[in-house]
């Protein structure tokens, strides 16, 4: 397998941040309250992780081992910071939605991890690689996360879109159950955890799954009996 | 043995302090190109919030320009001086935006933006900043309720104060199940801050203190010029 496979399949699956590694749990149990808090808050993690791991790497040979982690913060807030006050300039629409949550990147570990763990031991394209693909994967599961609770908290979904594109983008909230009273639990911090206990037994079921049909094919192809297959 | 960990530890402290201070020029270099582009923006959401509670036609000088500074006062519930916004027609005060902070909410303060008309009736109030549970007090957005217009036209006269309450304290004001203490906040927060304006009409509508107010000459002919420029565009 290639090496950029390899990190795109860890940074989605095999290692996913937020049910595998179990890293940035804070923004993943705080903002997923609906599907487009979570894909916001993900998607400036996505960039967040891609610029860090991009910066870290070129000069990772000459921070020394005792200070790197000084270094790495350094370098991380002041990316976060820049972002923000780009955000709050630029894009003044979406800082009001997402203002809040951009300096909560700065405590996110699994920025720093991928930057401790990839990083500073490989080269700048795979590790913006890695810090796009762990990103995604912590989006996907953000996004999935908040879709459950905003389903079964609010009966809707995407609300708030049009916070993010303008009114106009509100004709894209998805009312799946009409008049639904809401359903507290799946709204409060409970639910984020329930959630996504949930999430982490459906990864791990399919993993086992996957992996019980991988070591039937293999036991079916080595018994040499070609006749009994189909 | 020990110089070469005196020279380890300066080269360290050294490429310590490199980074910080090329972090730190990028970060002031930011600064400094998203200041105006920032306090831009920041005034236009303002000016955009305040034709929110207050309508366009019923003033017409420059809001942003005739401020008045308010020092701490209970009523409002602030700890630092705030702004309060003069709008008037001519020469006639019509109204005044007031900021005020309620500090009983479920999770930290709420800021409120009111507009009050010069009668003492509410023309509109907005939330700034909340930190209300998300899904579950947030109702007091604009954007995501219309609960907070319920105060429009409201004032001191029209409703008793002992019906400055929510519906379960046996109040006038609705609320919504699940969250009583956010709501009971603001409506608290809104009666105090109409009775800051009665108490403080005279300073507020006929700029009685000019300590901290442009002289008056001077606001006439900003309204002038405004009005001038209007006519130009």
Known sequence: MSLYKEITLNGIWKQNPGVVQLLGLCPTLAVTTSVVNGISLGLATVFVMAAANGTISPVRKYVPNEIRVPVFILVIAALVTVIDLSINAFAHQLHKVLGIFIPLIVVNCIVLARVESFAAKNSPIPSILDGLMMGLGLTLVLGLLGGMRELVGKGTLFSGLDLVFGPAAKQFVLTVVPDYHGFLLAVLPPGAFLGLGMLIAARNWMEIRNKANAADDHAASSALQPALRP | ?233
């Open chain 2, 1 to 233: 043995m020990s110089e070469n960990i005196i020279k380890h530890a300066i080269k360290t402290a050294g490429t310590l302090t490199a980074f910080a201070l090329v972090g730190t020029a990028i970060l002031a270099y930011i600064f400094i190109i998203t200041r105006a582009p920032i306090e831009a923006s920041e005034a236009e959401a303002r000016l955009a919030l305040f034709a929110q509670i207050l309508p366009h036609d019923t003033y017409n000088n420059d809001l942003l320009k005739s401020e008045l500074t308010i020092p701490p006062n209970a009523l409002l519930g602030n700890h630092v001086p705030s702004k309060a916004n003069i709008a008037k027609l001519g020469d006639k005060t019509v109204g005044v935006i007031l900021e005020a902070i309620a500090h009983d909410g479920y999770a930290g303060d709420i800021k409120l933006l009111l507009a009050i008309r010069a009668d003492g009736s509410i023309s509109g109030v907005r939330v700034l900043t909340h930190k209300e549970t998300p899904g579950l007090g947030d109702y007091i957005e604009i954007e995501r309720n219309a609960w907070i217009t319920q105060f429009s036209n409201e004032s001191l006269t029209k409703t008793a104060a002992k019906d400055w309450a929510v519906t379960k304290d046996s109040g006038k004001f609705e609320y919504m199940a699940g969250a009583t203490i956010t709501p009971r906040a603001i409506v608290k927060a809104v009666a105090k801050a109409l009775q800051f304006f009665n108490e403080n009409k005279p300073l507020l509508l006929e700029n009685k203190r000019t300590d901290n107010m442009q002289p008056s000459k001077d606001e006439k002919r900003e309204d002038k010029a405004q009005s001038q420029s209007k006519v130009a565009k």
